[in-house]
C-alpha cells in the first residue's frame, strides 16, 4: 500500500493507524532519514542538507535506502510506504523491485486537503514538534514540490486505476474512517 498526499496532510498520522489496524508495517522515509540525522551518520549527514531547505533528498540516496528497507522479513506480510514515491523516477524503481520481488500495490490512496489549510496546520506543528523544516518559507517551497513533482505521481497511479482519493480535511478519526473505508473498496483491493 501507498499514502500519499502534501506535507501536513496527516500521511504519518494515518499511516500509524492503518498499520496497527491492519497489521502491516508503515515505512516512512521522512521518519528514516530524521533518525539517519539524529544518529549522525553518513547519509543522515547527507540527507539534512536537503531536508532543512525543504528539498527532495536525491532519488539514488532515497532509492537505495527504500530497497534495503523492503528487504527486511517485516514486509513479508504487506507494507504500507508514507512518503515514497514523490517523483516520478521513484515510481519506476519501485515498480523495478516490486516487480523483482513478485509483489504488487493493492491500494494507492492519496490524501487531499488545500494549500492554506496546510500551511496553517504545518505552522501549529512547527510550535509542537520544533522540526527544522516547519518554517513558512520551507513549508511553502515543500508544498511547491508536491505540486511540481508528487502530483505527477499521483496522476501515474490514477491513469493505472490504482488511486483512491481521501479527503484528508476533518478530524483524525473522521479521517482514519473514510481511510478504512477506502482501503475497502479500493480498486484492486476490493475487487479481489
Ligand atoms: P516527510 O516527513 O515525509 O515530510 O519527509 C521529510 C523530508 O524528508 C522531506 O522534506 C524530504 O527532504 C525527505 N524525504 C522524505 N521522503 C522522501 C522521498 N521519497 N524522496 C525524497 N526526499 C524525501
Redesign the pocket.
Known sequence: MLIIGP?GSGK?TQAERISERLGVVAI????I??AQVKGGTPLGLE?RK??DA????P?SV?NEMVRSRLSEDDVENGFLL??????AG?VDYLDEVLAQGGQQLDVVLQLTADDDELVTRLLGRAKDTGRS?DNEAVIRH?LDLYHEQTEAVVAKYAERGTLTRVDGIGGIDEVTDRVLVAIDTAPVAGGR
Open positions: 506535507p504519518g516512512s522515509t521522512g521518519d532519514f530524521r540527507a536537503y531536508m525543504g528539498d527532495f533528498v532519488d532515497t508514507d512518503g515514497y514515491p514523490r517523483t521513484q523544516d515543500r
